[in-house]
């Protein structure tokens, strides 16, 4: 198992802060990027930082290619609720990433398992991400990849589990709008990005975060435990995300990998 490197910062202003200086490294030191994208609540403000970071010409996204994780299955891109409409208004739609560069998941149900299809080989093509941004679930889930008795390597249609649709209606214009399936890069696809970010941030990942870094075990049960196998991993937490973290961590440090 490799060791991930983990970063602790107090807030997450200062988390996001860090991930767009990080994000922003990358993208500078490459003729060309591809750049995986998460969405959901975590992101959102280092999505902020990187529109402001291009506004005061510190960034140029002329070279980036990006490709997103996941979106849910019955939305239209153009749905307020889709992901793809997320990334468009928190990201896309404010720097200058060119049109044909953008490879979002779409989730309209026709066809979908073709969608799924074109995706991999597009990704493949591509040689698989630079750099992929990650949240996590409070289930530990990365992408869609819901906790499960297997993983799942390639883009695939799943089914949301109870705690996800749970916890991620509150985002939804009307809850009862949730779907319950949604298309996920799989963890085979993750794992091939060569550099992984994975944010934290809030006591309600504490529990996760724990699990997550001082499981000895990696497990689809845990999705996220499988971070273990990447050679390059950072975790960057705020320090409600890292409580328990920084409670072991000196006490436990040799089982952190
Ligand atoms: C979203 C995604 C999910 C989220 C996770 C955490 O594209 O892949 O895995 O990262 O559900 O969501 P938030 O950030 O809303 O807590």
């Not at 996001?16 to 994000?23: G, K, M, R, V």
Request: proline letters at 2%; zero cysteines.
């Amino acid at each position: 198992m490799t060791k991930m490197r983990i970063i602790v910062k107090k807030n997450e202003e200062e988390v996001s802060e860090e991930a767009s200086n990080l994000i922003i490294n990358e993208i500078k030191n490459k003729e060309k990027f591809v750049l995986g994208l998460a969405t959901g609540e975590t992101p959102i403000k280092t999505y902020a930082k990187l529109v402001n970071a291009y506004k005061q010409g510190d960034v140029d996204f002329s070279n980036v290619k990006a490709f997103n994780l996941d979106e849910y299955v019955g939305l239209e891109p153009s749905d307020v609720d889709s992901y793809s409409y997320y990334l468009h208004h928190n990201l896309l739609d404010s720097v200058n990433v060119n049109e044909e560069n953008i490879h979002l998941l779409n989730g309209e149900t026709i066809k979908i398992n073709q969608i799924a299809k074109d995706y991999d080989l597009k990704l493949e093509k591509n040689g698989y991400t630079d750099l992929q941004i990650l949240g996590i679930g409070l289930n530990g889930h990365i992408g869609f990849n819901e906790p499960n008795s297997y993983y799942d390597f390639g883009t695939h249609v799943t089914d949301l589990s109870e705690s996800t649709i749970n916890v991620n209606k509150r985002l939804f214009s009307e809850q009862n709008k949730m779907p319950t399936k949604a298309i996920t890069m799989g963890i085979g696809s993750i794992l091939k990005s060569k550099k992984i970010v994975l944010l934290a941030t809030g006591s309600k990942k504490d529990e996760i975060m724990d699990k997550v870094i001082f499981s000895n075990q990696i497990t689809p049960e845990i999705p996220a435990t499988i971070l273990k196998l990447h050679k390059d991993v950072t975790i960057i937490m705020d320090e409600e995300a890292a409580k328990t973290y920084l409670k072991k961590a000196g006490t436990e440090r040799e089982n952190i990998n």
